[in-house]
């Protein structure tokens, strides 16, 4: 799912205002990064996904 930017900026997959300073931050799903993990891929590191963070870190990602 996506969600609109303030201003028309375009959208982005989570947008987040902060309560101290009200300005919206967001975190998009690049969609051409996206890769499956297959069980030959097991017991090492792969990349599977990429983010465009803007003001939010991820510090936890659980792929379910």
Known sequence: DSAPLKGGR???TMVQ???LCSRENSIDI????IK?????????FKTIVEFECRGLEPVDFQPQ
């Open 10 to 12: 375009g959208s982005a």
């Open 17 to 19: 205002k902060c309560k």
């Open 30 to 33: 690049l969609s051409q990064s």
């Open 36 to 44: 499956p993990y297959n069980a030959e891929d097991s017991e090492k």
